[in-house]
């Protein structure tokens, strides 16, 4: 049972633009989020998160917003730059200190 | 600091035959957490591992096994390969129980033919 998803297998984005990355979860048990970010033949690498008792975080190009009623999170990248053409992956965890994954949405920036 | 290192980065097995990949996490890092990536289904948990005590685990067949160290290494097991455990395995590291930020690992390429 896929309690993360992200419904976006793939994104394309103009190099300058924002990317937005949306993600949907159906746990409420879930009490912190984070964003991941992989290129081909390497673990993924955190990116940011965010705690259930905020609805934004900042870090940089990259912030993240929670919507706790629709159980829903986005993740945005302003400006896009070539760098960020990746595989995004959404994450949650609980109580239970395991982390629940998305299936990743492959972002690719164009110049 | 040094990164979570896996060894190794690629192994190819024949079905039957049984697999142990290693894990070294951060230092001072306890927890270790296991993962297998396949293509479409993201990074599914497999088990995690603290104070050398399985404290969770996903949902996967007895095959798949671990344990921990006491130096927090880690070895993953996986007895009587099929070919659907052809995945990419990944290890996370963090310093307490609390994955706020898991540091992970490149990963072994495991190819069961």
Request: hydrophobic letters at 30%; a positive charge.
């Amino acid at each position: 049972d896929q309690q993360v998803k992200q419904n976006s297998p793939s994104l394309s984005v103009q190099e300058g633009r924002i990317s937005i990355l949306n993600c949907d979860y159906t746990n409420s048990m879930f009490d912190y989020f984070l964003w991941y970010k992989k290129y081909p033949a390497e673990g993924p690498t955190f990116l940011i998160s965010i705690s259930s008792i905020k609805d934004k975080n900042e870090d940089g190009r990259f912030t993240v917003f929670l919507n706790k009623s629709a159980k829903h999170l986005s993740l945005h990248i302003v400006p896009s730059q070539p760098g960020d053409s990746a595989v995004y992956f959404c994450a949650a965890s609980a109580t239970d200190y395991k982390l629940s994954f998305g299936a990743g949405t492959t972002v690719t920036v164009r110049a | 600091k040094a990164g979570v290192t896996q060894t190794p980065r690629y192994l190819i097995k024949t079905r039957g035959q049984q697999v142990t990949l290693s894990c070294s996490p951060i230092s001072g890092h306890r927890s270790v957490s296991w993962y297998q990536q396949t293509p479409g289904q993201g990074l599914q948990f497999l088990f995690e591992y603290f104070s050398e005590t399985q404290r969770n685990k996903g949902n996967f067949p007895g095959r798949f096994s671990g344990r921990q160290f006491s130096n927090s290494r880690s070895e993953m097991n996986v007895s009587t390969l099929e070919l659907g455990d052809s995945a990419l395995y990944l290890c996370a590291s963090s310093l307490n129980r609390l994955n706020t930020e898991a540091f992970f690992g490149q990963g072994t390429r495991l190819t069961v033919v």
